[in-house]
């Protein structure tokens, strides 16, 4: 495998993978991304121009994706609308991208015979109880409910309806929630460092007890690209590191990270339709695959991403006051 196409590369998580795979494999990159509100070239910046390349394009655009999948060896699928709370005020774009992008994407993986590996979430899965003793397998049935994580579902069933009826070749991963560089402000934990940096209060949606299992992106993707690699046709493999951790906890880490009382977040309305709790079992990554996380301490992790978005206002300025405004309308 010497050559990776890399839809969504330019969003938080595929490029993430990008730095990954350049600077651990011999192996070229090609992204493919829109570059919608999500994307940035920024986050591309430094990377050996020998081995990579950049494609604007968008995963539904059927011509250009069967070209692309022709002229590489693998295809890695992390494109997609990916916050819950934009899928709420304007859920169009996540059935469009998320559902007819994958589809597009496979039916070029079809006619092409190209190895695909498609990135999906625990979300699919739906919510556990706080004090269940259960986590996520891959034989937790499918109980998404949100507009995002129901279009991921699908996505994830054609995939394997593609696998099944026509030998496509692909790999499914569902993943927990991820953190580190380069994630956009809108999402949980670079919003709230940068809220902290603007002198704003953290928001906590409800009682702020929610709990998600959190991996640093590193991880995610040395998961993913094990998969790539030795993962076995047509299955499905869960990647998590045992990070299971409250909203309320997760904010006082980074409040005192950043030197602020614990106790200065504020309480706002709840997101509708809030999955109370997300928990993942990778023991079949573990035992089929050989695969560990590095990242185990949260606490430095959080402090690491801390100094990023310190260090790096000039890359996420530019899309807080409309990430805010967002915010604004629904009262969060
Ligand atoms: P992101 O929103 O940061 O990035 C998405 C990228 O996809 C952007 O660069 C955007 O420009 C691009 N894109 C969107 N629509 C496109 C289209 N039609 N054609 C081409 N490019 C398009 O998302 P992320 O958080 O990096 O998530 C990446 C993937 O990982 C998604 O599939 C998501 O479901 C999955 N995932 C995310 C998490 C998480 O915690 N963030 C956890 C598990 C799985
Ligand atoms: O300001 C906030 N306050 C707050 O309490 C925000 C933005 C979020 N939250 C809560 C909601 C969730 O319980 O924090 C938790 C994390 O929220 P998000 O960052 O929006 O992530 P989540 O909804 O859990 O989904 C994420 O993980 C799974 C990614 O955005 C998805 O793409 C991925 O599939």
Known sequence: ??????????GFIGSDFVHYVLENTDMSVTVLDKL?????????????????RFVQGDICDASLVTELFAAHDAVVHYAAESHNDNSLSGPAPFV???????????????????????????EVYGDLELDDPDRFTESTPYNPSSPYSSTKAGSDLLVRAWVRSFGVAATISNCSNNYGPRQH?????????????????????????????????????SAVLRILERGRIGETYLIGADGEKSNRDVVEIILEEMGVPTDAYDLVVDRPGHDKRYAIDWSKLRDELDWEPRYRDFRAGIAATVA??????AWWRPQKA??????AVTGH
């Open 36 to 52: 919608t509100y999500a994307g940035s070239l920024a986050s591309l910046e430094g990377l050996p121009a020998e081995r990579f």
């Open 96 to 122: 469009q991208t998320n559902l007819v992008g994958t589809f597009t994407l496979l039916e070029a993986a079809r006619a092409t015979g190209t190895r695909l590996h498609h990135i999906s979430t625990d």
């Open 308 to 313: 990023w978005y310190r260090a790096n206002e």
């Open 185 to 221: 402000v809108e999402k949980f934990i670079p919003r709230q460092i940068t809220n902290v940096i603007d002198g704003v209060r953290p928001r906590l949606y409800g009682d702020g007890r929610n709990v998600r299992d959190w991996i640093h992106a590193d991880d995610h993707s």
């Open 1 to 10: 495998m010497d050559n990776l196409l890399v839809t969504g590369g330019a």
């Open 322 to 327: 409309e990430a805010e405004a967002k915010y």
